[in-house]
Structure formats: structure tokens, C-alpha cells
């Protein structure tokens, strides 16, 4: 692992990637559960090589839950993703009005996706998760680490 660390510090320098809180049009909000982490999270992943974060976000909204944004999606917040690494940022976007065009098929990075109502979110979704769905909201102010 510090090879692994030590080779992107040097290729990289900084990761990046993005994440979402995408909403339908009846305020439930779209989670996914990854194969290889506990809990419920927003979806998102990394930025590949010559990608956007816009294009990245969009990418990773197909490919994690067949979504498509109805309209722009509004940037939120950059966060310093410390627990990660010490190189590590999340892009995160709000997206309203977003529409699934078939269901999720589970494959082997997402083993279960779906819209929760904002007062009944499964109980293990992570804190971040509910963390920023607060930030969202209004209820909790905006911070700036993940």
C-alpha cells in the first residue's frame, strides 16, 4: 500500500473524484451499495484521465444507477477527503429531477441501489452520507471535509 501511495503521489499528485445527491421527483433521494464497503452511500467515484468532473459525475450516475439528470446539476461543494488521503477532494453536485431509466442490475461493484425517502433512509447509510444530505437541507452548516 505505501508503494501504491508513494506511485500516485508521484503520477497523480492529487485524486479527485465526485459524488451526488440525486433527487427524484418526489424528493427521494438515489443510494447505492458498494460490493466492497459497508453502508449506503451517495453515488459517485473517481475522475478518469481528461474527464470533467461534470462528465465524471454523469458517467458514474449510468454506470452505478442508470440515471439521468433531467437538468444541470448544481455543483454543492468541493471537500478535502482527509480520511482517504491527505491528496484526496470529493466534487459534490445536487441533481434534481433525476429519472432511472431501467433498474440497477446488481454487478460486482454495486450490490444494491435504490431511492429512500429523506425520513427513511436505511439505517446503516454512512455519516458522510447523512452528513451532507443535512447540508443539503439546510439543517446542519456546510463543512469542508467529507
Known sequence: MRFAH???????????GVR??????????????????????????GLDRDETALD?????????GNLEAAVPPMLAQVYY????????????????????LAPKTPDLEISASGFFALDALPDDTTPATRRR???????????VYW
Open 6 to 16: 508513494g506511485y500516485y503521489a508521484l503520477s497523480r499528485g492529487m485524486t479527485i
Open 56 to 64: 465524471g459525475l454523469l458517467r458514474e450516475l449510468r454506470e452505478e
Open 133 to 143: 444530505l443535512a447540508e443539503l437541507a439546510g439543517a446542519t452548516a456546510v463543512d
Open 81 to 100: 477527503n482527509r480520511r482517504t488521503s491527505r491528496r484526496d477532494h470529493v466534487v459534490f453536485y445536487r441533481c434534481d429531477h433525476v429519472r432511472q
Open 20 to 45: 451526488a445527491a440525486c433527487f427524484d421527483d418526489k424528493g427521494r433521494v438515489f443510494l447505492v451499495r458498494h460490493s466492497y464497503l459497508p453502508g449506503w452511500h451517495l453515488p459517485g467515484g
